[in-house]
């Protein structure tokens, strides 16, 4: 593991257990056992390391999901295994499941709602991409996907937000395999509902 | 106008300008021309006052809603007239369409969240209604009521809080009209995928 890799991964650890306001650059630079000056040379500021572990976690559940998605061709069974494994991914994307709570778009920090926005375009280019196949294979009405896209993305996200509010906590670490079956069951009945909406038939 | 309906009134303005948090009984007494123990008389604390306002908003509502559905037998069309009617009501309804701004929900205050659940309770069992009368109806496919209701009070929901995070501000009395359009026509395409998704096909 490089020091960068060393970084993010220890970053990673108390964004998770701390959350983003608790954590400090002084912990983190005293775990990597380096100097925060050197800890600064690497990432600017708490913000870019958060951007980092951020997208990194992104990145890895994409990677999830891709493998998931493998030899899979209907394009509405690859959105209900994206919404799947995107559940599933709160037991290891913790600062990701967690970043919809109020230390991010909540509390209006212009910073965090930029990391919020542009991991959000990423999903719902991935969710764009996969309306548009299904449109083009005949297996989907023909909706504006852009729109629609943004409709599948909000829908997964509030049910997460509002199954974890309602658990009394947005701890996800403390809770999440205690909220995961519920948030399974109404996902999933509510990506059927969206796939039914959309589906063509004949 | 009685003494309780001026001191709600009242409340209401204020609470529709300066937000809840900074609203004080001070400000709503003096502005009732009442001294604070008159207005304590009536309403035990901010918290008290602040349901009732929301339940008057509600009220309010929910009399625009039965006029706009008098006549309208199609059980679809009825939920298509209610999510209608909810976005239009943010401009007269200002409570409740910032209540589930940070002041509320997303700071965790115990009582706001309290409000909330019963305010969301009530939305759901109007939704849970027409859904039961479409399935008897035959119109839509047998669904689990509950579960489709709150996903139905959610999509909705969380469309009006993504547009208004997105608008830069949670200030409704400010932006309402410039907010309602592009809020309008995502409603429209969202409601137009769930019904949709629960209309039964021959």
Same mark, same amino acid.
């Given at each position: 593991?490089?020091?960068?890799?060393?970084?993010?991964?220890?970053?990673?650890?108390?964004?998770?257990?701390?959350?983003?306001?608790?954590?400090?650059?002084?912990?983190? @630079?005293?775990?990597?056992?380096?100097?925060?000056?050197?800890?600064?040379?690497?990432?600017?500021?708490?913000?870019?390391?958060?951007?980092?572990?951020?997208?990194?976690?992104?990145?890895?559940?994409?990677?999830?999901?891709?493998?998931?998605?493998?030899?899979?061709?209907?394009? @509405?069974?690859?959105?209900?295994?994206?919404?799947?494994?995107?559940?599933?991914?709160?037991?290891? #994307?913790?600062?990701?499941?967690?970043?919809?709570s109020?230390?991010?778009? #909540?509390?209006?920090?212009?910073?965090?709602?930029?990391?919020?926005?542009?991991?959000?375009?990423?999903?719902?280019?991935?969710?764009?991409?996969?309306?548009?196949?299904?449109?083009?294979?005949?297996?989907?009405?023909?909706?504006?996907?852009?729109?629609?896209?943004?409709?599948?993305?909000?829908?997964?996200?509030?049910?997460?937000?509002?199954?974890l509010?309602?658990?009394?906590s947005d701890n996800?670490?403390?809770?999440?395999?205690?909220?995961?079956?519920?948030?399974?069951?109404?996902?999933?009945?509510?990506?059927?509902?969206?796939?039914?909406?959309?589906?063509?038939?004949?």
């Open positions: 593991m490089d020091r960068t890799e060393l970084i993010l991964h220890t970053a990673r650890k108390h964004f998770s257990r701390y959350g983003y306001t608790k954590t400090t650059m002084e912990e983190i @630079s005293r775990d990597c056992k380096i100097t925060k000056p050197t800890l600064y040379a690497h990432f600017a500021s708490k913000v870019e390391l958060f951007k980092a572990v951020i997208d990194l976690e992104q990145q890895k559940c994409n990677e999830d999901i891709a493998i998931a998605l493998s030899g899979i061709t209907s394009t @509405s069974e690859k959105l209900a295994i994206y919404a799947r494994v995107q559940v599933e991914s709160l037991r290891k #994307f913790i600062n990701i499941g967690g970043f919809f109020r230390q991010a778009i #909540f509390d209006y920090h212009p910073d965090m709602y930029n990391i919020y926005k542009s991991y959000r375009k990423r999903e719902e280019e991935f969710i764009a991409g996969c309306i548009y196949e299904g449109i083009r294979a005949n297996e989907f009405t023909p909706v504006n996907i852009e729109t629609t896209a943004g409709i599948f993305y909000l829908l997964i996200a509030i049910i997460k937000l509002d199954v509010l309602a658990s009394g996800l670490i403390e809770n999440a395999e205690s909220i995961i079956p519920e948030l399974s069951s109404k996902t999933e009945n509510a990506v059927k509902i969206f796939l039914q909406g959309i589906i063509k038939r004949n």
